[in-house]
């Protein structure tokens, strides 16, 4: 690692948080570019990287990550699921909400997918949680649920939802049930939306 990585706080680190260690450079953007091409730092998108001797395979912060590259933003869907473990299985796309447009990054690092909402959907359920490297943003568990509703599970009865999520999906059906139905309706009453009014419905069922 370059020594003047050493003085970045974080394992990703932003072009503008590059530009004061940076100051004596006559060209700081050809130092970067440099840097990108030696190794030392890997670019997710233009102006964002991650210190590449900072991260391994189990210790990559996915979720600080996908917060700042793509923002605003809170982790949802199928990785929130899987980070409550109401999903079991591991996920391989970082999936998240996006208040400003759909997008995705494909990256040395993985997929990063961002889904639009409108902002009045946007602003309710979300959670700060965090780990070793600091804070993030996610949906809590019934906000990722009725993201996912209403983004990939439209046009479903409550009980062909049920098979879609149990069986195609493999949501756990214990991890449905101990959900909060006072927040999925709250939440609910905010998206306005039929996939999220069945899926409080089939919730119903359980």
């Not at 889904?115 to 943003?137: A, M, T, W």
Request: with cysteine; glycine share 6%.
């Amino acid at each position: 690692m370059h020594p003047i990585l050493r003085f970045a706080k974080t394992a990703y680190i932003e072009t503008h948080h590059l530009m004061p260690l940076l100051a004596d450079y006559a060209n700081p953007y050809d130092f970067i570019t440099r840097l990108v091409k030696n190794g030392d730092l890997i670019r997710l998108k233009n102006g964002f990287f991650v210190i590449a001797e900072r991260i391994d395979d189990n210790r990559v912060p996915y979720e600080q990550i996908a917060n700042l590259l793509h923002g605003p933003s809170y982790l949802s869907l199928e990785w929130a699921l899987s980070y409550y473990g109401i999903i079991p299985e591991g996920v391989y796309v970082v999936t998240s909400i996006s208040s400003i447009k759909s997008v995705s990054f494909q990256t040395p690092l993985g997929t990063f997918d961002y889904h639009y909402l409108s902002h009045p959907r946007y602003v309710v359920g979300i959670d700060q949680s965090q780990n070793e490297e600091g804070n993030f943003l996610i949906a809590a568990p019934e906000k990722a649920l009725a993201d996912l509703v209403y983004i990939k599970c439209k046009g479903l009865g409550p009980k062909e939802l049920l098979v879609d999520l149990c069986e195609a999906r493999r949501i756990d059906e214990d991890s449905l049930r101990q959900l909060d139905k006072r927040l999925l309706l709250e939440i609910s009453e905010c998206y306005r939306s039929k996939p999220v009014t069945t899926l409080v419905q089939t919730l119903g069922l359980l």
